[in-house]
DNA sequence: CAGATAGTTATACAACCATCGTACCAACCC
DNA sequence: GGGTTGGTACGATGGTTGTATAACTATCTG
């Protein structure tokens, strides 16, 4: 079953945290830009040459990417093709700035 | 010595992440987003009395928090006053989506 | 089938970290 | 000064996690 719920711009609070988990990590992080830089077709073997880590590690990485929601992973034959999900990355820093950037507009008696 | 650098748009590669870090933790995004809804002037005892945390680990947040420059804090007499830094918030998605959303423009060796 | 390549899973380990309790310091109020 | 409140520092602890090795599956090639 496909995780792509097509287009969506509103991030589930369970989402939201396993993103800003995934994101936590700089060698995840790094991992994550690579595979944005490569486009659409990237194999894990080809990131595998650019960092220092097993495939293993490699593979553990691209599964905790896959289940924030942040890459969307299809195997072709032997390779697992990443693809960046732009679109769950532009709700993730939309969510984060309308959660630290509102003021208590609600006016809910914080008091 | 002030962390503020006054309007930076920029993250260095270890602020950014720092704050990847810090917004990881559930509990220390939450805090962050209570410290945000507080507005301006928001002791660290009227956030206790939204989570069920020791002090010590409020205590232990915030430093994280103001470690990252996700927040400034002051102290004022016995109440220490910590408010949001939008443009940290605002620097860090933009750079987030920086690294992600930037395909190859230099088309380096596509093979 | 045999071999090579790509990736997964299981397990183990080390490092990190969130949390708490306690003790402590600083400031306010009487 | 004495008591209360707000916050910090230190130490301990239990849980999480990044990583590697090894064994395994699956695919491709000959």
New interface residues.
């Given amino acids: 079953m496909k995780r792509r719920s097509s287009s969506r711009s509103h991030l589930t609070a369970q989402q939201f ?1 396993l993103i ?2 995934a ?4 060698r995840r ?1 790094a991992l ?2 690579a595979i ?4 659409e077709g990237c194999a894990c073997a080809r990131i595998r040459e650019q960092f220092p880590v097993s495939k293993a590690t490699i593979s553990h990485h691209v599964k905790e990417l896959v289940h924030a929601g942040l890459i969307d992973a299809q195997r072709d034959g032997q390779f697992l093709h990443c693809e ?1 999900r ?1 679109d769950v ?2 709700a ?2 939309a969510e ?2 309308r ?6 507009g609600s006016g809910a008696a ?1 008091g």
């Fill in positions: 945290a800003g988990k994101l936590a990590d700089p992080m994550l830009e944005a830089a490569e486009g960046v732009r990355m532009a993730y820093t984060l700035l959660r630290t950037g509102a003021r208590r914080a």
